[in-house]
């Protein structure tokens, strides 16, 4: 069984869930909640009000798209398809990881095996380092092919660009590169600031939806999405809303910028061994979610993460199901979770309800409200 020791102050975290193919945001929540009923019955009270806007949980704020993390090992993906279609790497190719990597004489980072055992995790290929998780596989493969090469396929996923959905607000996140790094800094790019980027940490800053988006491009095989929350918009007399005409109001609405990243034709064989690698995470018995699926009967393509900020831990869970024919991505993270293990658990649950494995007897209520909504 998986043991991870400390006890950690949860005290936010975000869920999206995602339809692969199309972008549609199938599900979306942010905790701490409130109540919306408090705005419109009665009207809300300066107190309460006060007290939304001044808690140190931040009810009011969306952190599914308002929130930027460093995303950890969730990350891993993003180097693993950079290395592989870069020709940094081939996918039968290994690297030996004997715990620590060598940057510089003052500068060594090891792999989590290492820090907690005292021993790597000597040969892998791309899949076995993301099964494993293997912090010294993506740094060697990042030295190999260097920063640019891994900002331009992070880009490719969306990652550091707002969405576009629907909602205002969105950030923007941040991708860890030479360019902006050394406007700012006035320092020269160095190899540790690339080994670093590639596990996830970093300047890398990405917000859930974000991430979203790339878990469902990797699992739909490269193809770029439009994310939205709309489904459709009806009008009184009963017209659907063109498409295109609710794209163009959002679009001037919120300033959203169209999609310029560059197009890359990921192959088969990368697709593949990554997929792989993601299945191997919840589907064999050294993977880091095996244990919270072993049981499972959809078979599902995870990842888990745990990002270092400052003295806390945030955990993520990445994934997709079902892994032979993907319809959704499910994104948790939840705030010093600790370990991306534990948020696991709710991205199985998830997937259950999704797939009617929770079905039970539901009361629907069919009483009728008049109600027009008008498009402006």
Known sequence: MVDFHGIYDANGASVVVMNVNSGEVLAMASYPDYNPEEFYIGGISNSRWAELNDSIKAPLHNRAIQSTYAPG????????????????????????????????????????????????????????????????????????????????????????????????????????????????????????????????????????????????????GGQKIKVSIIKDIILSNGTYVARSEIEEYTRKKLNI????????????????????????????EGGTAYYVFQDFNIRVGGKTGSAEVGNKVNAWFVGFAPFDNPEIAVVVTVENGGHGYYTAEVVRDLIAEYFGMNVQMINENMSVYSEIESFI
């Open 257 to 284: 910028i169209d999609d310029t990243s560059e197009n890359f034709q990921i192959s088969e064989q990368t697709k593949k061994a990554v997929l792989d690698g993601m299945l191997s995470v919840t589907d064999d």
């Open 73 to 220: 090992s969730t990350f891993k993906m993003v180097t693993a398809v950079a290395a592989l279609e870069s020709g940094a790497i081939g996918v039968k190719d290994t690297i030996d990881d004997n715990g620590r990597f060598y940057v510089s004489d003052d500068y060594q980072p090891a792999c989590w095996l290492y820090n907690d055992y005292g021993y790597g995790h000597r040969r892998l290929n791309v899949s076995g380092a993301i099964e494993k998780s293997c912090n010294y596989f993506f740094f060697e493969v990042s030295k190999r092919m260097g920063i640019d090469i891994l900002e331009r396929y992070a880009r490719f996923f969306g990652l550091g660009s707002k969405t576009g959905i629907e909602l205002s607000g969105e950030k923007k996140g941040t991708v860890a590169n030479r360019t902006e790094f050394e406007e700012k800094t006035g320092n020269r790019w160095t190899l540790g600031y690339t080994v670093s980027a590639a596990i996830g940490q970093g300047d890398n800053d990405f917000t859930p939806i974000q991430m979203a988006k790339y878990i469902s491009m990797l699992a739909n």
